[in-house]
């Protein structure tokens, strides 16, 4: 990618550096997949009895996509609908009768919280939107499909020529 930005560029490497091109290019990639939540990754995650889980177990974190519990889809909710609802839902709990989780919410950007709550520690499916890792100077991977790279190439013509402004920023922008 590194290449085709130097080409587009009339540069060699000597005007635009190889670290600056590729803080770009990851820039750029980190604002397409969040924008488009286009990459995911599924693991399976301890939730620890009657506590509000921290997400920082998942990797490259962006967004979650899906829970999963014992093969059952946990619908997203949020704290102000359960406090609407039943405004001691702090204290439910899983149960016989209630052997699954039903919802869940985020706390904040990197908390989860379920309701009813474990008594134990349960293992989650969870399926969150990620981001690839950081293309170093000497990388041209940027981990996303040949389609979605031309996108992240435009975002890098134009921001590595945006502190020039006027005629080179209008030739990057067309």
């Avoid at 060699?12 to 995911?40: K, M, S």
């Avoid at 309701?115 to 990388?139: G, H, K, R």
């Avoid at 031309?150 to 020039?164: C, D, F, T, V």
């Amino acid at each position: 990618m590194r290449q085709r930005v130097w080409r587009q560029l009339d540069d060699d490497g000597t005007y635009h550096t190889p670290a600056a091109v590729a803080a770009v290019l990851n820039e750029g990639v980190r604002v397409f997949c969040l924008l488009t939540l286009c990459q995911e990754r599924t693991e399976t995650v301890a939730v620890a009895a009657r506590q509000i889980t921290p997400v920082s177990a998942l990797t490259r974190y962006l967004s979650v996509l899906r829970i999963e519990h014992d093969g059952w889809k946990v619908r997203p909710s949020s704290i102000r609908d359960w406090t609407a609802r039943q405004s001691d839902w702090r204290v439910e709990v899983l149960s016989e009768e209630q052997p699954r989780f039903l919802e869940y919410a985020t706390a904040g950007w990197n908390q989860l919280v379920f309701f009813p709550a474990p008594v134990v520690e349960q293992s989650l499916q969870i399926t969150w939107a990620t981001y690839p890792a950081a293309m170093s100077a000497n990388e041209d991977e940027s981990g996303l499909v040949l389609e979605d790279e031309s996108a992240i190439l435009r975002w890098a013509l134009w921001r590595l020529r945006l502190p020039e402004g006027g005629a080179e920023l209008q030739l990057a922008a067309a």
